[in-house]
């Protein structure tokens, strides 16, 4: 009997497209040697130059961590599962009485703030559960909760915790509305486009609710500002989109000693925890290392389906209603990960790891630090002014099309996958994803000057990089992608 591996949605593109595949072996370590050997463009994305896996794949043996074992060793029996669970942007919280529990449902009733009529016919099928009651709802009323972000995840989480009636929201966030928001972040509406995304978040929740206190910080989240916004704070929503932010989110909840409510999400994929917990791990405990940059794509490159935030926003809300309540059991130490196409959720124990950097018996980051370099992410390089060319592998959307109407031969190497290029393209321009290109670029000709695309530039400097590294020297990026050749070339096109 064979064995199975479980695939992650992000490296599905290099097992074609499959969500399981079966292998043989003894150990955990042959079962892996099978896959990539099956599957070869796995291997870079598992295992380091050194041939260890990576710190950023985490294997499950039938639902059990067994990182701190001697894990490729681990013997297997016919029919044991792996799963493979890498780390994904899209963000959550761990165990038992968690800190804010003790801060708010600590606090005697005497203390706590009184509800008006009007509060009490609101919230009346709350105080009819023995579980919430009068004082749960003033718990609730006493308590307030820090969202990081007003998008995906920040939209359902701060609707529902509003509307439960916590005391008081805060939101972090920096961003415009934008048409492409509105399929998923249900705070913003049509008329809102191109408003603060605080101001329409402001608008919304005091609509819903006006007895909530709505705080808003339009500042980005850093090292030098995090543990003073966290500060008046009982629990932390993380709803961030990008690595450095949730390293930094987790990092600051630990050394200020607040629970994180973690949720993250990838195009069919959704992870929720709570983190930061006396007792429970942290994020770092499961993930000690942020993936090398752009091995993991983003939501704005990956897509996402638009109700996942939705379900995976509500159990951030539900886990941090309940740490202010008190009651229940708090996702610490559990691991949920919901898959929306096969409406199937797995939870995966999370133990915490006495080693940890952060939360560990010796911790050795005690401060904040400087996330951007610790994800390995190059600072931006100052802005271009449009039609400039940054290097002598760069060239413009302006350029190119003075070249094609001159009748040069240049291939453009469109690198998206084929549902982008339906939206919108360069005509005559060739389809190759770029998880497709090391099998592939023999289909293209060495000799001939090509120019490279993809959305914004992104991916096609990688393939650049690659096809360089392969031998092509004729080749340049096409800057800011197919949005910048529709702004300077060509507006007829829909963006996307
Ligand atoms: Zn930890």
Known sequence: MPNTIHIPTPLRPFTDKKESVEVTGNTVGELLTDLTTRHDGLKKHLYADDGRLRNFVNVYLNDEDIRY???????????????????????????????????????????LPELSQEEIQRYSRHLIMPEVGMDGQRKLKASSVLCIGAGGLGSPAAMYLAAAGVGRIGIVDFDVVDFSNLQRQLLHGTPDVGRSKLESAKDRLRALNPHVEVDTYETLLSSENALDLFAPYDVILDGTDNFPTRYLVNDACVISGKPNAYGSIFRFEGQASVFGVKGGPCYRCLYPEPPPPGLVPSCAEGGVFGVLPGIIGVIQATETIKLMLGVGEPLVGRFLIYDALKMRFRELKLRKDPECPVCGTNPTVTKLIDYEQFCGIRPEPAAQPAGAVANEWDTTPVELKRRMDAGDDVVILDVREPNEYQINRVEGSTLIPLGELPRRYQELDPEREMVVMCKMGGRSAKAVDYLRSVGFTKIKNLRGGVLEWIDTVDPSQPKY
């Open 69 to 111: 074992l001697e894990r490729e060793a681990t013997p297997v029996k016919p029919g044991d599962e792996l799963s493979i669970v890498p780390s994904v942007a899209g963000g959550a919280p761990v165990t038992a009485a968690p800190a804010s529990a003790e801060a708010t449902a600590g606090k005697g009733a005497e203390s």
